[in-house]
Protein backbone atom coordinates (compact mmCIF):
# COMPACT_ATOMS: atom_id res chain seq x y z
CA UNK A 1 0.00 0.00 0.00
CA UNK A 2 1.28 3.49 -1.31
CA UNK A 3 -0.29 6.44 0.81
CA UNK A 4 0.48 9.92 -0.75
CA UNK A 5 -0.88 13.20 0.98
CA UNK A 6 -1.86 16.52 -0.06
CA UNK A 7 -2.84 19.51 1.43
CA UNK A 8 -6.42 18.93 -0.34
CA UNK A 9 -6.59 15.30 -0.49
CA UNK A 10 -4.95 11.79 0.70
CA UNK A 11 -4.62 9.13 -1.96
CA UNK A 12 -4.14 5.18 -1.12
CA UNK A 13 -2.84 2.63 -3.59
CA UNK A 14 -3.09 -0.84 -3.41
CA UNK A 15 -0.68 -3.24 -5.61
CA UNK A 16 -1.06 -6.55 -6.66
CA UNK A 17 2.06 -9.02 -6.76
CA UNK A 18 2.92 -7.69 -10.46
CA UNK A 19 3.05 -4.31 -8.99
CA UNK A 20 -0.15 -3.36 -10.79
CA UNK A 21 -2.35 -0.94 -9.10
CA UNK A 22 -5.67 -2.54 -8.07
CA UNK A 23 -7.15 -0.39 -6.11
CA UNK A 24 -7.19 3.72 -6.00
CA UNK A 25 -8.82 5.03 -3.22
CA UNK A 26 -8.66 9.44 -3.47
CA UNK A 27 -10.43 10.85 -0.19
CA UNK A 28 -12.72 8.03 -0.08
CA UNK A 29 -13.72 7.28 -3.36
CA UNK A 30 -12.11 3.98 -4.10
CA UNK A 31 -12.17 2.66 -7.54
CA UNK A 32 -11.08 -0.79 -8.33
CA UNK A 33 -9.07 -1.78 -11.38
CA UNK A 34 -8.17 -4.47 -13.68
CA UNK A 35 -4.83 -5.05 -15.93
CA UNK A 36 -4.05 -6.54 -19.77
CA UNK A 37 -0.41 -8.57 -20.48
CA UNK A 38 0.79 -4.57 -21.63
CA UNK A 39 -0.58 -3.27 -17.75
CA UNK A 40 -3.01 -1.07 -19.32
CA UNK A 41 -5.95 -0.33 -16.68
CA UNK A 42 -9.00 -1.84 -18.58
CA UNK A 43 -11.93 -1.02 -16.21
CA UNK A 44 -11.81 2.78 -16.60
CA UNK A 45 -10.22 2.74 -20.09
CA UNK A 46 -9.82 0.89 -23.26
CA UNK A 47 -6.81 0.96 -25.53
CA UNK A 48 -6.52 0.19 -29.48
CA UNK A 49 -4.38 -2.17 -30.70
CA UNK A 50 -1.52 -0.11 -30.65
CA UNK A 51 -2.15 0.95 -26.77
CA UNK A 52 -3.22 4.33 -27.32
CA UNK A 53 -5.70 5.20 -24.74
CA UNK A 54 -9.44 5.67 -26.81
CA UNK A 55 -11.95 5.58 -23.89
CA UNK A 56 -11.52 6.90 -20.51
CA UNK A 57 -14.25 8.15 -17.85
CA UNK A 58 -16.44 11.02 -20.00
CA UNK A 59 -13.69 11.31 -22.63
CA UNK A 60 -13.05 9.58 -26.05
CA UNK A 61 -9.69 9.76 -28.10
CA UNK A 62 -9.19 9.34 -31.56
CA UNK A 63 -5.47 8.84 -33.07
CA UNK A 64 -4.64 9.09 -36.76
CA UNK A 65 -2.07 6.15 -38.58
CA UNK A 66 0.86 7.45 -36.75
CA UNK A 67 -0.61 7.43 -32.87
CA UNK A 68 -0.87 10.91 -32.76
CA UNK A 69 -3.65 12.45 -30.64
CA UNK A 70 -5.70 13.98 -33.06
CA UNK A 71 -9.07 14.28 -31.42
CA UNK A 72 -10.96 14.64 -27.84
CA UNK A 73 -14.81 14.24 -27.15
CA UNK A 74 -16.93 14.09 -24.60
CA UNK A 75 -19.44 11.50 -23.20
CA UNK A 76 -22.07 13.01 -25.53
CA UNK A 77 -19.71 13.21 -28.63
CA UNK A 78 -19.16 16.81 -28.63
CA UNK A 79 -15.76 17.81 -29.64
CA UNK A 80 -13.28 19.09 -26.83
CA UNK A 81 -9.87 19.45 -28.65
CA UNK A 82 -8.47 19.01 -31.89
CA UNK A 83 -4.80 18.54 -32.97
CA UNK A 84 -2.76 18.83 -36.19
CA UNK A 85 0.38 17.95 -37.38
CA UNK A 86 2.85 18.40 -40.07
CA UNK A 87 4.99 15.94 -41.52
CA UNK A 88 7.47 15.87 -39.31
CA UNK A 89 4.98 15.13 -36.01
CA UNK A 90 5.24 18.74 -34.91
CA UNK A 91 1.57 19.36 -33.23
CA UNK A 92 1.03 22.43 -35.21
CA UNK A 93 -2.64 23.52 -34.26
CA UNK A 94 -4.47 22.67 -31.37
CA UNK A 95 -8.50 23.66 -31.20
CA UNK A 96 -10.00 23.64 -27.64
CA UNK A 97 -12.76 25.46 -27.00
CA UNK A 98 -12.96 27.33 -29.93
CA UNK A 99 -9.49 28.93 -29.32
CA UNK A 100 -6.63 28.05 -32.10
CA UNK A 101 -3.67 27.83 -30.69
CA UNK A 102 -0.78 27.78 -34.14
CA UNK A 103 2.69 26.43 -33.35
CA UNK A 104 5.65 27.64 -35.95
CA UNK A 105 9.03 25.10 -36.13
CA UNK A 106 12.33 26.65 -37.67
CA UNK A 107 14.85 24.52 -39.55
CA UNK A 108 15.77 23.24 -36.15
CA UNK A 109 12.62 21.95 -35.66
CA UNK A 110 12.07 24.31 -32.25
CA UNK A 111 9.02 26.64 -31.98
Given at each position: ?15 N ?21 A ?18 P ?37 T ?16
Amino acid sequence: MIVIRGKMSKIVLHKNLRDECVQYDKNGTVENRTHNKANEIQTIASHDENGNRTVMPGMKNKYDAWNRLVEVRDSSDVLIAKYDYNGLNHRIRKTVGGVVTESFFNEAGRN
